[in-house]
Structures are given as structure tokens and as C-alpha cells.
């Protein structure tokens, strides 16, 4: 049996994981002999991973849809054709096409064009914006691929068909809060560094902060956006007297940061699709604090295991992060355990490879 799975990314942010936990999952539970070929843009941290789960990994740099090609339409467009020719023949002889994100644009042309009786799965993790949007539905109509859905906000942004499957997360082996809240509330954003995160948003709305408060900003930019970096810094040392902010970069094992915060921030200011950052901080018996859009309203139980706050509300969040119990207080720890048990029952790895390799595998024939 082949299966081939096509990714945009060869990095290990949050959509990264995810299909490599995907790849995990499809090589662990495949039928006997199975072939799994990873199709990847570059070189890269993924690809180490891809090949240490016992995966094939190949590459190809051209036909992935990103804003940045689409500047230079006539060579994007050509980039797009030739790809999409390589990866007609790299379909030959496959039982499962698995297409990661709908940035793969010359996958899905390829799915289209395949006379191969395939089974062709499109995982989307994006919400497009409403110039997109079309032209993604007819992409998807056209390639003839099963849908999944990372959740019920980008299944009900993208409007067709398709399966819910929450991604999952390898977590510690229990809640685990560090000792130590003498030095005020930590608070922790975790991710790439870019305008709708929200990294800005939450600095601006500390500068009025009245509560001792110390921030982790972790993640780096791409080169095109190194400038928000520098931004960052300079509001930050304009924070109050009683707000610190510390910056990392991007660090593949993030949980010496999990463990040393109180709260995990989740603040972007447009709708996120999922919201991977929340459930690892789930994992860590962190509470989040959470805009309440997008995928995030299905991961975080107002008062429960976190606090949601209007998106895009600089007031909205300062209020919230005001309130927040103390650290380590009865209220505190309380957050804190629900949020690994929603975790442990709806957002572990385990349950998410479950899910994947029955829908991949739904048609094929009995797993290992």
C-alpha cells in the first residue's frame, strides 16, 4: 500500500506538529507492506522527525500558494504547473493521497487531474479570508478530496462538507504547575510572530496593567516581518513599572516554558482555526486566556479552565488579566486541573491519532 501525504512546511510550529503527529498516526496504524512518502518544500526540523516516524521524505520546492509569490503572478503560475506535473507522477500508484492545508494548491490541481482511483483527503487548518474563500471552494470541488476540519469555526468559514477532527497534543504525564508566585502572575504567548497573533495587542494592553505581571514572548518572525520583532522590544520597554516582558525564540521543546508560566495567552486578533497553543497549555494544567473566536470557543470553557474575552478588545483583555485569580491560589490550581482533565478527555494525542488513521484508513482494509 502507498500513501502519500503533502505538507507547506518544513518547520515545527503549530500546523507542523500536527502533521507530523498525522504521519505518525498513518505509519503506526497502516496495513502490512506499506509505503509512506512525505512530500515536504525544503529541508528542515520536520523532515529529521518525518523520517525518525519511518516515513519517506522527498521534496518540492514550488506550488505551495503563499502571498508572497503571488506578487510575481506569471512565475508563480509557472512554478504551480511544474509542480503540479511532478506531483502527478509522485501520485502513480497510490492508495491515499493525504493533503496537509490548503496552501498545497498544486496537490489539489494534481488530485484534480489524477485518473489514479485514490482515496484523496484534504486536511484544512486555515480559515481563509473572504477574497480566498471562493477560489479555495472550487480548488476543493475540483480535486475530488474528502474534507477534514481541524474544527466546526473553519468548517463552517469554508461552507462544504466535511469531518471534525480536533488536533491532539503529547502532553506530560500529569498537571504539573511550578511552585512560585511571589514575583506576580506569569503570563506566556507561545508562537510565531506576526500581525494577527496578537503579541502587539497583549503588550499595548498591558500598559496599564495595576498587577505585578511577568511575560514570556516566544517564537521569531519570518524575514519578511522581522521588523514586528524590533516593534515588540520597543513597546515592551515601555511597559509599567510593575510589567516585565522577556523574549525567546523559537525553541522546539517548549515546555520549560509551559511549566514556568500561571497562564497561557492566546490573544490573536483575527479568528484562529484551531488553536493548537491552547490545548498544550491544557496539557500542562495551564488555564488560558483566550479571544473569543474562531476554533479558540471550542477549546476554552469560559471561568472553567480559562477566561475568553472580546476579540480585538485591548480593554477587554487588560480587564481580564486583571481578574485573573492569584497565582497558585484554590481558584488558580481549580482552572488549572480542568484544563488537563479537557484536555486528557478530548485533546491528547492518542485520541487524535485514533481519529486520523480511521478516516484514512476507512476504505483500506483492516490496520495494523
Not at 93 to 105: K, M, P, Q, R, S
Not at 110 to 137: M, N, Y
Not at 323 to 334: C, R, T, V
Request: proline residues 5%; contains cysteine.
Amino acid at each position: 500500500m502507498k500513501i502519500v501525504c503533502v505538507h507547506q512546511s518544513a518547520e515545527l510550529y503549530g500546523s507542523d506538529r500536527s502533521f507530523l503527529a498525522a504521519v505518525e498516526a498513518i505509519v503506526q496504524h497502516a496495513p502490512t507492506p506499506a509505503e509512506v512518502e512525505v512530500i515536504l518544500p525544503e529541508h528542515g526540523p520536520l523532515a529529521a522527525r518525518i523520517s525518525e516516524a519511518g516515513g519517506s521524505v522527498h521534496f518540492e520546492s514550488e506550488g505551495y500558494l503563499r502571498r508572497s509569490l503571488l506578487r510575481r503572478p506569471l512565475s508563480f503560475a509557472s512554478g504551480l504547473l511544474a509542480a503540479t506535473r511532478r506531483l502527478l507522477h509522485r501520485f502513480r500508484g497510490a492508495d491515499v493521497i493525504y493533503v496537509n492545508t490548503l496552501v498545497c494548491a498544486s496537490a489539489l490541481l494534481a488530485c484534480a487531474l489524477s485518473t489514479r482511483r485514490a482515496r484523496r483527503i484534504l486536511h484544512v487548518r486555515e480559515i481563509p479570508g473572504r477574497k480566498e474563500l471562493a477560489f479555495f471552494r472550487v480548488l476543493i470541488r475540483l480535486s475530488g478530496v474528502e474534507v477534514v476540519y481541524n474544527s466546526q469555526a473553519t468548517r463552517l468559514a469554508i461552507g462544504l462538507p466535511g469531518t471534525v477532527v480536533y488536533n491532539g497534543v503529547p502532553g506530560p504525564a500529569a498537571c504539573t504547575q511550578e511552585l512560585g508566585g511571589d514575583d506576580g502572575v506569569r503570563l506566556l504567548m507561545i508562537g510565531r510572530i506576526n500581525a494577527w497573533k496578537g503579541q502587539k495587542f497583549l503588550l499595548q494592553a498591558l500598559l496599564r496593567s495595576q498587577r505585578r505581571i511577568r511575560l514570556r514572548i516566544v517564537g521569531s518572525a519570518i524575514d519578511a516581518q522581522v521588523h514586528l520583532v524590533e516593534e515588540l522590544h520597543h513597546i515592551a520597554r515601555s511597559l509599567p513599572d510593575g510589567v516585565t516582558c522577556e523574549f525567546f525564540g523559537f525553541c522546539e521543546d517548549p515546555s520549560e516554558h509551559y511549566r514556568w508560566c500561571h497562564y497561557v495567552v492566546v490573544p490573536s486578533t483575527s479568528p484562529e482555526p484551531f488553536g493548537r497553543v491552547a490545548i498544550e497549555g491544557f496539557s500542562y494544567g495551564k488555564p488560558v486566556i483566550a479571544a473569543a473566536h474562531g476554533g479558540l470557543t471550542e477549546i476554552v470553557e469560559h471561568g472553567q479552565d480559562g477566561f475568553l474575552f472580546e476579540p480585538a478588545s485591548q480593554v477587554a483583555l487588560a480587564q481580564t488579566i486583571e481578574g485573573l485569580p492569584h497565582a497558585l491560589s484554590p481558584g488558580h490550581l481549580a482552572l488549572g486541573r480542568r484544563a488537563f482533565d479537557a484536555f486528557s478527555s478530548r485533546f491528547s494525542v492518542e485520541s487524535y491519532a485514533e481519529r486520523i488513521s480511521r478516516l484514512v484508513f476507512a476504505s483500506s482494509g483492516p490496520t495494523k
